[in-house]
């Protein structure tokens, strides 16, 4: 059965760092395609990172340059790290896995989701 | 602003046959990419409904159906029942955003 579950979201600073972890099973995340996608409060979907099996990666222009998504084989986790955080970026992350290739890109599972507040 | 354009709300009582639109420019739904639909019940995760405009997961009810034309698509209940009461959910892939991209969400209300 796929699942995954995520961890490592709290409450932040602005300007601060956080580091999402999200771990699977039931599939391999490196021969996957991955991706984070966030929820502000009461708000829709917005796409964050995604990241190929081959390990090629790609972000939202909000996020360009301060979050960086990765993974690591051995504990068949999806990580997204996040640097100079502001207030905007208050959301639920969800992992998901990605179900199809580009550009048909659709998420066919999600966890449970990580709350990230970023306030002083 | 969502890239893509959905109503805010709809309602419809049991039985009924309700359809939630979804519209896009020349850069995603125009350009010929797929869409796909996710049903969020409160509190949880999203949920895949419907991939590549008109595809069923395993277990998804035929119930649910959806189509695509020109810059826009649909989602339609055909029967609904109360549990279908969520937030809905469309999704594409935009060229000149180089990403994923997804509608406001749509609130289904079963009266």
């Known amino acids: 059965e796929v699942q995954m579950v995520e961890s490592g979201g709290g409450l932040v600073q602005p300007g601060g760092s956080l580091r999402l972890s999200c771990a699977a099973s039931?599939?391999?995340?490196?021969?996957?395609?991955m991706s984070w996608v966030r929820q502000a409060p009461g708000k829709g979907l917005e796409w964050v990172s995604l990241?190929?099996?081959?390990?090629?990666?790609f972000y939202a222009d909000s996020v360009k340059g301060r979050f960086t998504i990765s993974r690591d084989n051995s504990k068949n986790t999806l990580y997204l790290h996040m640097n100079s955080l502001r207030p905007e970026d208050t959301a639920v992350y969800y992992c998901?896995?990605?179900?199809?290739?580009?550009?048909?890109?659709?998420?066919?599972?999600w966890g449970q989701g990580t709350l990230v507040t970023v306030s002083s | 602003q969502s890239v893509l354009t959905q109503p805010p709300s709809v309602s419809g009582a049991p039985g009924q046959r309700v359809t939630i639109s979804c519209t896009g420019s020349?850069?995603?739904?125009?350009?010929?990419?797929?869409v796909h639909w996710y049903q969020q019940l409160p509190g949880t995760a999203p949920k895949l409904l419907i991939y590549?405009?008109?595809n069923r997961p395993s277990g998804v009810p035929d119930r649910f159906s959806g189509s695509k034309s020109g810059t826009s698509a649909s989602l339609a209940f055909t029967g609904l029942q109360a549990e279908d009461e969520a937030n809905y959910y469309c999704?594409?892939?935009?060229?000149?955003?180089?990403?994923?991209?997804f509608g406001g969400g749509t609130k289904l209300t079963v009266l």
């Open positions: 998901a896995r990605v179900g199809g290739r580009y550009p048909t890109y659709y998420f066919d599972y």
């Open positions: 039931g599939f391999t995340v490196t021969s996957s395609y």
């Open positions: 990241i190929y099996s081959g390990g090629s990666a």
């Open positions: 020349s850069s995603n739904i125009g350009a010929g990419y797929a």
């Open positions: 590549d405009n008109n």
């Open positions: 999704q594409s892939y935009d060229s000149s955003l180089s990403g994923p991209v």
